[in-house]
Nanobody
Framework: QVQIVESGGGSVQPGGSLRLSCAVSVRVFGILHMSWYRQTPGKEREFVAR???????EYADSVKGRFTISRDDRKKTAYLQMNSLKPEDTAVYYCNAYTPHSENDFWGQGTKVTVSS
């Protein structure tokens, strides 16, 4: 079983930065594809960024150039560095772990990010 705990959310002014962390309790972290999604009230959860088990990165157009996803396989942790934050980035951010061999998805409980002046 995979357990996920996100941290690092909070309140920040426009233009500010936050770094989200996603700690994963799993026997083998290196096989996982790790992603970040976000959700605002009344809207569907949307894709933000992904880093595959091979290190390939993918971003939503809305965050390209501002957000950076990374992973530390020794620490079994994924990160989302968010710079130049905008009010429209306000959301609950969820970490997702995907097992490509069994096609299972695992989710964290979410961490809230508020961007406001």
């Amino acid at each position: 079983q995979v357990q996920i705990v996100e941290s690092g959310g909070g309140s920040v002014q426009p233009g500010g930065s936050l770094r989200l962390s996603c700690a994963v309790s799993v026997r083998v972290f290196g096989i996982l594809h790790m992603s970040w999604y976000r959700q605002t009230p009344g809207k569907e959860r949307e894709f933000v960024a992904r880093v595959t088990n091979g290190g390939t990165r993918e971003y939503a157009d809305s965050v390209k150039g501002r957000f950076t996803i990374s992973r530390d396989d020794r620490k079994k942790t994924a990160y989302l560095q968010m710079n130049s934050l905008k009010p429209e980035d306000t959301a609950v951010y969820y970490c997702n772990a995907y097992t490509p061999h069994s096609e299972n998805d695992f989710w964290g409980q979410g961490t809230k990010v508020t961007v406001s002046s």
